[in-house]
């Protein structure tokens, strides 16, 4: 009798992606960002979003901008649709100068690389300085997107504490020597000196100075990542640390907050050698950034009198952040604390005891209300209990419905941690005062 052959068995690969078997390790730290994914959610005409860090634009003068372009296609059309400099046009960041004089910063065009966007520019100045395993210091809460390029490139992000001033200099010595102690490699501290996204909060001017010291003696380089200074709504911008010392820091600057984002225009100011690196990391990664938006900007810049719309835009961002702290005082439950920002886009705030942002998330969409968790901000998974409010772009109106919402969520939370025991905090409205110190005579 013929022995019984088994039916040969098909296997079919169940994973959703085929090719997992294939990237680069690297690929593992890659995350997508929590403000983006809300972004389908947040767009729906009857959610009121306090997520996204959207500029508003509507004040802009477009017939200023449409004939400025339209001139610069018939006038240089051949020019603005070919390809250009990887370091980026010379017109472009000798106008980036005079915009950066305004926060006390000397310097020549030749030390400018323009990049898409400041993102990108922060994208290459990691390429440039990391090793995987090396360590990037960074204030807690830091950018999500920052966070996001620092994993991509296999680094280890060590959060360093801030307080209403800024980074506290004795936590950022400690953790450098305690990295170093490890055997890592601190490259660079990532700072937002003003307005801190999410925080809002900004470095005094004493603060700046001792940070300054600080990563002097530690030989540790600083990146400033500066896209809200000008945005400051109360009094003259503060200097820049890069004005405070120009071997110490790589400046990131952008007009994605004073002009439009759309353009995708930013631009890093590195010590010279610094600068070589980048221009071929730019040159490897886009040829050379587009010529087209860089000259729209210059002419921009040129034809209009783009100080006078940043004040524009101050005042109608002033009006949105008042109209947010003032539903903030007037809905929140106690035990509720926020950051009172002195410019930028955000607000941050801390929920009652035993309140978790993120779980919360779902129920403030049902109400129509999108905000960003806090653990969104941090490599660490701390910031349960905070959430990022941004203020720029729905109307005042909208703003006040919006927390009007969001607290009633917050307050649903907060009666039933009461109800069944839950520590939660009963003290009463607390604000932190993240206001800066008036600017120095830079005269």
Not at 267 to 295: I, Y
């Amino acid at each position: 009798m013929d022995p019984v052959t088994e039916p040969e068995v098909v296997r079919h690969d169940t994973r959703l992606d085929r090719y997992v078997g294939h990237y680069a390790a690297r690929t593992h730290g890659m995350r997508a960002s929590a403000v983006r994914a809300l972004f389908a959610v947040a767009n729906r005409p009857e959610v009121v979003s306090l997520a996204g860090g959207m500029p508003n634009i509507a004040d802009l003068p477009l017939d200023v901008v449409g004939d400025a372009i339209r001139d610069l296609v018939l006038e240089h059309g051949t020019q603005a649709m070919q390809y250009g400099s990887g370091q980026g046009e010379p017109a472009l960041r000798e106008r980036i100068c005079e915009v950066m004089s305004l926060e006390g910063i000397n310097a020549h065009p030749d030390d400018v690389t323009i990049t898409v966007g400041s993102q990108q520019g922060l994208d290459l100045v990691t390429r440039i300085f990391c090793d995987p395993g090396d360590v990037i210091v960074a204030e807690a809460p830091s950018y999500v997107g920052a966070l996001g390029t620092f994993a991509s490139y296999q680094t280890q992000v060590v959060h360093v504490a801030m307080d209403d001033d800024g980074i506290e200099p004795d936590a950022l010595r400690a953790a450098v020597e305690a990295a170093r102690a490890a055997g890592r490699k601190p490259k660079f501290l990532y700072t937002i000196p003003n307005f801190n996204n999410p925080s809002g909060i900004s470095q005094s001017l004493e603060r700046r100075r001792q940070v300054i010291r600080t990563c002097r003696d530690l030989d540790l380089l600083i990146v400033e990542d500066n896209p809200y200074g000008l945005l400051r709504l109360e009094g003259d911008p503060l200097p820049a640390l890069r004005a405070m010392d120009a071997d110490q820091v790589i400046y990131l600057g952008s007009f994605s907050k004073t002009f439009a984002p759309g353009f995708r225009v930013g631009w890093v100011l590195a010590p010279h050698a610094v600068r070589e690196k980048l221009v071929l990391a730019q040159e490897s990664a886009t040829l050379c950034p587009p010529v087209f938006s860089q000259l729209a900007v210059a002419s921009y810049l040129d034809r209009h009198d783009w100080r006078g719309q940043i004040e524009a835009f101050k005042d109608m961002y002033r009006a949105r952040r008042d109209a947010m702290l003032e539903a903030l005082r007037e809905y929140m439950p106690p035990g509720t604390t926020w950051t009172t920002p002195g410019g930028g886009f955000f607000v941050w705030v801390t929920l009652p005891d035993g309140l978790d942002a993120q779980a919360m998330l779902p129920r403030a969409v049902n109400a129509r209300v999108a905000f960003t968790p806090g653990t969104a901000f941090y490599a660490d998974g701390l910031g349960s209990r905070n959430m990022r409010l941004s203020f720029c772009y729905p109307t005042p109106e909208r703003i006040r419905e919006g927390v009007r919402r969001l607290a009633d969520v917050v307050n649903r939370e907060y009666e039933v941690h009461r109800t069944f025991g839950l520590s939660a905090d009963e003290a009463p409205h607390r604000q932190l005062d993240t206001f800066d110190a008036p600017a120095p005579d830079l005269s």
